[in-house]
DNA sequence: CAGAAATGTCAATGCTTGTTGACATTATCT
DNA sequence: AGATAATGTCAACAAGCATTGACATTTCTG
């Protein structure tokens, strides 16, 4: 007890929790220091306000290195990651915080901006081949609008399906996500 | 003037575009009322409060009756819709309200319940083949993916797309989930 | 036209929010 | 040990919130 950066590393647990489940300006300070243990003056004083501790979360909530490592195949980590029920929670609540404040007037535009900055440029930098941005683009639209379906809107098809059968849900999406090019025969 | 269902209106007008872009808890009814030019007041008065108005947008909110007749494709609605510049933004915002809200503890449930009810019942019924419910799941996951990603996140490769391309990825993603049949030799 | 009902306006209520400053406690260093 | 800085505690603040009731105005009705 009594240093400072225990305090922090409570406060930053608590608030990634609290911020990721309800958004940003539906969790209080209160709320945060309450899970935490810890007064609320003390997040002011630590971090500048709840900006500030936002901020600081934001930072930790999208480090995911073995995604963009080059010795790796994305596909195959994103499909581990979200078919894996210990890391699908988590995972799945990354998406559900980008989704619900990615139009917050206050921190919208800082949350899409480091989403890009840490893992979409990334990604985008090594997928090859032609309509790379595009194809980019509907890879992520299929994780997140399944995380979405599994999780948040809990539609049979997907929420109660087992591991085995949402992933191979997931890889077909991907799949074809990662397929699409742009041929006028599709017209 | 003078006609309170014309104040009704305008207080659903306004409360719909102010809870689909900020969500529910997000929304004060003072914002609300001064979109509306009308006295805070009388939306305890008409509405019972907060909720109940609310409850007044969702009614209105998944009315889609191409979608569901029996007469439609529903890819081909779905794709005209989304595609469409002018519908798109509509659409969009109705699919944000949903993911937003369906984790708010006031009204996650209701949310949920009343989508199910009015869309993907009726969906799921004309929905057939085998794997009906996952393959729905699927579509669901991936219109909402490729909203998420186009409109709240803003990604290039969807975001600037033209409508033309924008369609042409939808169409692509849409086919590719109903296309999914459980097949051993998929793993 | 007069009375009654409907509708709109305003102020005040109690509650929660983020933030700040004063004070108490604990740790650190000479 | 004693001075000094770091850390924690508490109370108060101004602002915003949903909601309510009293009052003013308009509209309808007999």
Redesign the pocket.
């Known amino acids: ?4 950066d ?2 922090r590393d409570k406060l930053i647990a608590a608030a990634t929790q609290t911020f990721w489940e309800q958004g940003y300006s539906n ?5 945060i220091a309450l899970a935490a243990s ?8 630590y971090f500048g ?3 500030g501790l936002f901020k600081a979360t934001l930072t930790t909530a999208f480090e995911w290195p073995e995604l963009v490592s080059p010795d790796n195949d994305p596909i195959e980590v994103v499909i581990n990651k979200y078919a894996n029920p210990a890391s699908d929670a988590h995972q799945t609540s990354v998406i559900r915080m980008i989704v619900m404040n990615a139009n917050d007037p206050q921190v919208g535009e800082l949350v899409r901006q480091t989403l890009r900055d840490t893992l979409l440029d990334p990604l985008e930098a090594r997928m090859g081949g032609p309509k790379a941005s595009e194809r980019l683009a509907m890879f992520i639209a299929v994780v997140i609008g399944a995380s979405m379906v599994r999780q948040s809107l809990q539609l049979p098809g997907m929420a109660t399906a087992e591991p085995d059968l949402y992933a191979r849900q997931l890889r077909h999406l991907i799949e074809a996500a990662l397929n699409f090019r742009e041929d006028p025969a599709d017209l």
């Open positions: 007890m009594g240093n400072a225990i305090t969790t209080s300070l209160r709320r810890v007064d609320v003056a003390l997040i002011s004083r306000g709840k900006l």
